[in-house]
């Protein structure tokens, strides 16, 4: 994945809600819970599980399954600390901000390289999206396309199909 620099990432809200959650729920709170949720807070602003893995081994030799990064992930999604969206058939996660502020990505379909944009006039736009009925909890816009390498990439195999066809 694409590296986006991650800028004010409060690792310890992240921790202090799973123990929250974990509490509430009446879950154990199991080192490879907090540690793995540690890791994602270092990981890329969009990860996949394979990311964290990387990031996790980093970070010391920790024998953790990958059921237990995939169950990890889930019970993050459920506390609602991590939001994922399907992309080129894989998983990509992200910490869900702890804002309001309205996000916009641009994610390239064929490597998921993503990139945080400045969207002027779409803050304004999604708050005037029809959302009765429903409490937005992650203001995230997403749009979906190529990133310039890979625009270029697919030009040349195109243009190379072409001439084989010639
Ligand atoms: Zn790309």
């Known amino acids: 994945m694409a590296k986006i620099k991650r800028t004010g990432i409060d690792s310890e809200y992240y921790e202090r809600s799973l123990r929250e959650y974990l509490a ?4 154990r709170c199991t080192q490879e819970r907090v540690m793995l949720l540690r890791a994602a807070t270092q990981c890329p602003t969009l990860f996949t599980l394979e990311d964290l893995q990387g990031q996790t081994e980093k970070m010391g030799p920790f024998a953790v399954t990958r059921p237990t990064y995939y169950n990890a992930l889930n019970l993050y999604q459920k506390a609602g600390l991590v939001t994922s969206f399907r992309s080129r058939g894989q998983t990509v996660y992200q910490l869900t901000p702890t804002d309001m502020r309205i996000r916009c990505l641009t994610v390239c379909t064929r490597c998921n390289a ?3 944009v400045k969207a002027k006039n779409v803050d304004e736009a999604v708050r005037h999206v029809s959302t009765r009925g429903f409490s937005v909890r992650t203001p995230i816009v997403y749009l979906y396309g190529l990133c310039l390498r890979c625009y270029q990439e697919e030009l040349k ?10």
Do not use: R, T
């Not at 195999?157 to 010639?166: D, G, L, T």
């Open 24 to 27: 509430q729920k009446g879950l």
């Open 114 to 116: 993503a990139k945080a």
């Open 157 to 166: 195999q195109q243009q190379s199909s072409c001439k084989k066809e010639k």
